[in-house]
Structures are given as C-alpha cells and as structure tokens.
C-alpha cells in the first residue's frame, strides 16, 4: 500500500484565482492520479501524471486550466486556474501501487 | 460513457443483516476489479480486488463475486455493522490501464 497526503485539505477560494493542491506519497511511484469527485458524482480522473514526462489530460480536462508538475517520484502538485463556482469539488490524488489504486484524503474546494 | 455503473445511489441494512452491493460494467476487456470505501471527507480507501480468472474472493466479511458472462459484480458484507455505513465504489481496468469508478452506493447500516 501506500500512505499519501494532501495539502490544502480545505480550501474557499474567489473566483479568477488559482490554487494549488500538493500531493506527497511515502514510497516512489511511476503513476500518480488526479481526480476530481463533484457532489453527487463518481470519481473523474483529470489527468495521469507520470515523471519525467508532461502529464496526459482526460477528454475535457486541458493544461491550461490543470497545470500538474511531477517533479519527482514522491511527489506532484496540480493547479486549479481561473476558477469558477463550477471548480468547487474535492480534487483527490491517487497512485497505482501494486495491483490497486490508492487516495489522498482529497482537497475540498469552495469557490465563491 | 459510463463503462462501469452502480445502479443503486443508496441502501438500508439492519445490523447483523447481509448487504449486497451490485456493480454492472460493459466493456469485456475489463480483467481487473476492485472495490473501494469512502468515509465523508475522507479518500477513497481500497477494501479488496478480483481477478477476472476469479469469480470469488473473500476477506473476513467481505466477499467479491464475478460473473464475467453477466459483466457483474458485487459484494456482500455480512454480517453487516453500523461501521459499515459509507460510500462503496467498484472500479474496473483492463490490462493495468487506468481504473474506471462507479458513480457509488451509499450504504447505511441501521442499528
């Protein structure tokens, strides 16, 4: 398994701003996640972040509006830009260790 | 597209009871399952997996069951504890590839 945090855990945020989700695992990874549970939804994966190269965006989900940096094994960060009332979720980061995927605590995000 | 659907948003269960939780997906390349547990503000956490070369596999309460041939799967918690009560998603991937969720089932445990 593998134990991962996440910071902020909460954030409220105005609209036209931008903040950033970090995400640190103990142990190295070659996949890390990032997805977003919107009320009442499932779990959308946004993007797969791999090191050492840029990461690979979902349909509907573009660079610009989710800029993710993996700078390192352990570690990777994603931005949420420009937001808007529409943004507000819990963004959750996830690796693939083993057979199975495992979460962050998730980041929840109010944007006003 | 959903490939992987819950079909079921909620479910009530007495304590001591069995709950059943279903999972239906559509793409038959799918050869990897799991099942995961989501307490409110608080991650997804793994909870146990099934192979397609399976079409069971237990772990204490918990036990998966897969009928490739129906592209169903489900899991039955018995007997069933208020701790239970949470967010269950099924998940799905083929070949190591990314995993597709649920939308989830709220289970709820009654004392």
């Known amino acids: 398994s593998a134990v991962i945090s996440q910071k902020p855990s909460r954030d409220i945020c105005q609209r036209g701003t931008s903040l950033t989700i970090q995400c640190q695992v103990d142990?190295?990874?070659?996949?890390m996640f990032w997805y977003r549970q919107q009320p009442g939804q499932s779990l959308t994966l946004i993007a797969t972040?791999?090191?050492?190269?840029?990461?690979?965006?979902e349909s509907g989900f573009v660079i610009d509006k989710f800029p993710i940096s993996r700078p390192n094994l352990t570690f990777s960060t994603l931005t949420v830009s420009n937001m808007s009332p529409e943004d507000s979720s819990i963004y959750l980061c996830?690796?693939?260790?083993?057979?199975?995927?495992?979460f962050g605590p998730g980041t929840r995000l109010l944007v006003l | 597209d959903q490939q992987v659907k819950q079909n079921s948003p909620s479910l009530s269960v007495q304590e001591g009871r069995i709950s059943i939780l279903n999972c239906d997906y559509t793409n038959s390349m799918f050869d990897y399952f799991l099942w995961y547990k989501k307490y409110p503000a608080e991650g997804p956490t793994f909870l146990i997996s099934i192979s397609s070369i399976k079409d069971k596999n237990e772990d204490g309460r918990f036990t998966v069951f897969l009928n490739k041939s129906a592209k169903h799967l489900s899991l039955h918690i018995v007997p069933s504890q208020p701790g239970d009560s949470a967010v269950y998603f099924c998940a799905a991937s083929a070949a190591g590839n990314q995993f597709y969720f649920g939308t989830g089932t709220s289970l709820t445990v009654i004392p």
């Open positions: 972040a791999n090191q050492g190269s840029e990461a690979t965006y």
């Open positions: 142990s190295q990874v070659t996949m």
């Open positions: 996830s690796v693939l260790s083993g057979v199975a995927q495992y």
